[in-house]
């Protein structure tokens, strides 16, 4: 840690901050955000924790952790910091970070949903929930799970064999400014 | 009352029963709902943890298509509402955010446009009163544990209908249907949400423990407001059994379905059959009594005679768990001679 600390130069919590629009800085520690986690206990590293290594400029030991991944937004953390620090927006930047400077993804399933799930919502403007779960399975080789609730879901008409189409063209578009939009300058 | 009713993703699929047990309830109660049209995702959690730019824009692109039907947004799903919210609230607060999302959709936004929940359209807007009045059976003797999840309530500065960390929206409408909302701790502790695709094994700890603290504080069955606590406390309660434990079966309803079983809404219409976990034989247990004379609260032919009825009330143990997600001893559920 004391490396660590030599070599920072407050560009992790600079630019952390500029992504999520919360006062990393202001974070004094007291943990209240971490005892309140429902995930906490299934963390590598625990949010009041992240917390601080993104204040150290630990940036492999935050984008390389699992956290960031497991984190349910739940907002639990964000409604409850003394500091009024909104910390689920901080884990949104780091998974935006993460995927930006690729980090070696421990746990990339989070990052393979949201790209499968997006990925359904550009071409067809909603999700088109049975071709997102096969993308997504593809995508993270975790075929097997989940597949006894398929025939159950389809017996209850909770998945549709089509997808619904919605203002295709002007989604796409919007995809695409996005992406514009959050190029860094 | 008008509104323009966003339906969102899961209310298209997995959730379909949320959807019809809504508009259901919304007709039964004179509430005028009309769909968006052209409505798209709002992006849900996948979209804020990839850009801030699309997370801004899907939920926008929704709103000023409602700006044209000139009423104010309903929804169902607890995500889309708080997608749409927060979108709202950065529109209205940051001008650099509106003139993005301005340039995103091509279409300026001022985030005029109100976001209603369907918790609290009923509650607040139409008025327990005018829900009493309009019970015709009472769900006399059923015990509901009311689950508000995560987003319904946080963070209390975008959402805001209820206290974020003790809700009462949902125990109060519960109690106006004639049922029993139990007290519990774990109203707004989250149940994994979208981990459920990626993460089973934490959800399935997760919503172990949900059911099996609704169960030991007495309650039958829970109410949810939101799709992904729905699959993650009913379809996956199997896997929650199977990995952690004994847990009663324990039928999980959206809050529109209660509702619309206390109108005199049939199963078909409130799409019940939906369930992984069958409610039929707890819906058989209680007696709901027709209310013949409206307005009918806490009358002394049924509500007593509710109480005494004898129930069988489940018992069992409930995990405690330890840092790591590993077991750690048991407690007791099911008060002590709980069934009599
Ligand atoms: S609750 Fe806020 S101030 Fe306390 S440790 Fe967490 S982020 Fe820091
Ligand atoms: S938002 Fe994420 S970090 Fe915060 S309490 Fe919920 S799961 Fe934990």
Request: with cysteine.
């Amino acid at each position: 840690m004391t490396e660590v600390l030599q070599w920072n130069d407050g560009a992790l919590v600079r630019e952390v901050e500029r992504l999520s629009g919360t006062a990393v800085s202001a974070c004094f520690q007291c943990h209240k955000c971490s005892t309140g986690c429902p995930i906490g206990p299934d963390m590598d590293l625990l949010s009041s924790q992240i917390m601080r290594l993104v204040h150290l400029g630990a940036e492999q030991d935050v984008l390389e952790s699992q956290a960031i991944w497991l984190c349910a937004s739940c907002e639990a953390c964000t409604t409850r910091c003394p500091q009024g620090i909104d910390i689920a927006a901080v884990m949104d930047a780091l998974r935006m970070l993460a995927v930006e400077r690729k980090a070696a993804l421990p746990d990339a399933h989070g990052e393979q949903f949201n790209r499968s799930f997006l990925s359904s919502v550009r071409h067809h403007g909603r999700v088109f929930e049975l071709g997102m779960m096969a993308a997504y399975k593809l995508r993270s080789g975790d075929v097997f799970s989940d597949v006894d609730k398929v025939p159950q879901m389809l017996g209850k008409g909770k998945l549709s064999f089509w997808p619904r189409r919605s203002n295709v063209k002007q989604v796409r578009d919007m995809f695409r400014r996005a992406q514009q939009e959050d190029e860094p300058a | 009352m008008r509104y323009a009713f966003f339906p969102g993703c899961s209310l298209e699929s997995t959730a379909w029963d949320f959807a019809r047990s809504t508009q259901a309830v919304c007709q039964a109660l004179g509430i005028e709902v009309e769909e968006i049209p052209g409505w798209v995702c709002c992006g849900s959690t996948p979209a804020h943890g990839t850009s801030a730019s699309l997370a801004l824009a899907l939920p926008v692109f929704n709103l000023q298509k409602a700006r044209a039907m000139g009423r104010p947004v309903l929804t169902a799903c607890a995500s889309c509402y708080a997608r749409l919210r927060t979108a709202n609230h950065a529109v209205r607060h940051d001008p650099k955010e509106k003139q993005r999302a301005a340039r995103i959709t091509n279409q300026p936004y001022d985030g005029s446009v109100e976001v209603h929940h369907i918790l609290d359209v009923l509650v607040n807007h139409l008025g327990l009163d005018v829900v009493r009045a309009a019970v015709k059976r009472r769900l006399s003797g059923l015990k509901v544990a009311c689950y508000y999840g995560c987003l319904l309530t946080r963070p209390p500065e975008v959402v805001a209908f209820d206290d974020a960390e003790h809700p009462t929206a949902m125990d109060r409408l519960v109690a106006a249907l004639g049922a029993e909302p139990i007290d519990w701790p774990y109203k707004t502790e989250c149940c994994g949400a979208s981990l459920s695709m990626t993460h089973a094994d934490i959800v399935s700890r997760l919503s172990h423990r949900l059911v099996a603290m609704a169960r030991c504080a007495g309650a039958a069955c829970i109410a949810v407001a939101c799709p992904l606590c729905q699959v993650n406390l009913d379809m996956r309660q199997a896997d929650a059994r199977k990995n952690h434990g004994e847990l009663p079966e324990t039928p999980v309803f959206y809050i529109t379905q209660l509702v619309g079983l206390a109108l005199g809404l049939s199963p078909e219409q409130l799409g019940l059959n939906a369930l992984s976990v069958r409610p039929d034989g707890l819906l058989e247990q209680l007696p709901m009594p027709v209310v013949s004379q409206q307005g009918m609260e806490n009358c002394s032919c049924c509500c007593d005679a509710a109480a005494e009825e004898p129930r069988n009330r489940s018992r069992g143990t409930v995990p405690i768990f330890a840092a790591g997600g590993r077991e750690n001893g048991t407690v007791p559920f099911g008060r002590a001679g709980g069934s009599r």
